[in-house]
Nanobody, 128 residues
Framework: HVQLVESGGGLVQPGGSLRLSCAASNFTEFPYNNYCLGWFRQAPGKDREGVAAIYLADGDTIVDDSVKGRFTISQGNRQHTIHLQMTSLKPVDTAVYYC???????????????????WGHGTQVTVS
C-alpha cells in the first residue's frame, strides 16, 4: 500500500514560514483519475481538519479558507511528492500536520477526511 513520509516541521516564531514536504512511495494507484494528495492538521484537543489538497492528474488545488492566502500546496519535482508552503504563521496553526492520499470523486469536497485511506505519521509544527 501507499506509504507517506512527511518532513519539514519545526518551531517557528509568529509571522515566520515553514515548508512541509510529503513523499509517497509504493504508489500503484493508476489511473490518477481523481486521486489526491492532501495536507491535514490536528491541534491538541481538536478534531483533524483539512488544510489543502491537490489532484495528481491535473494539478488542481484547493486550500481551506482558514489558511487561504498564507498556505500554498504544490507538486514537487520528484514524482508523487507534494509541498505545503506556509507563511505568516500564527499560533493557531500549531498542530501535527499529516499528509494523506486517497480518491476523491469529482464533485465531492476534496478535504473530506474519510475519503483519504493512506496517512503519514505526521510532523509537528509549533508557532510560538
Amino acid at each position: 500500500h501507499v506509504q507517506l513520509v512527511e518532513s519539514g516541521g519545526g518551531l517557528v516564531q509568529p509571522g515566520g514560514s515553514l515548508r512541509l514536504s510529503c513523499a509517497a512511495s509504493n504508489f500503484t494507484e493508476f489511473p490518477y483519475n481523481n486521486y489526491c494528495l492532501g495536507w491535514f492538521r490536528q491541534a491538541p484537543g481538536k478534531d483533524r481538519e483539512g488544510v489543502a489538497a491537490i489532484y495528481l492528474a491535473d494539478g488542481d488545488t484547493i486550500v481551506d479558507d482558514s489558511v487561504k492566502g498564507r498556505f500554498t500546496i504544490s507538486q514537487g519535482n520528484r514524482q508523487h511528492t507534494i509541498h505545503l508552503q506556509m507563511t505568516s504563521l500564527k499560533p493557531v496553526d500549531t498542530a501535527v500536520y499529516y499528509c494523506a492520499a486517497g480518491r476523491v470523486p469529482y464533485g465531492d469536497w476534496i478535504l473530506t477526511i474519510s475519503l483519504y485511506n493512506y496517512w503519514g505519521h505526521g510532523t509537528q509544527v509549533t508557532v510560538s
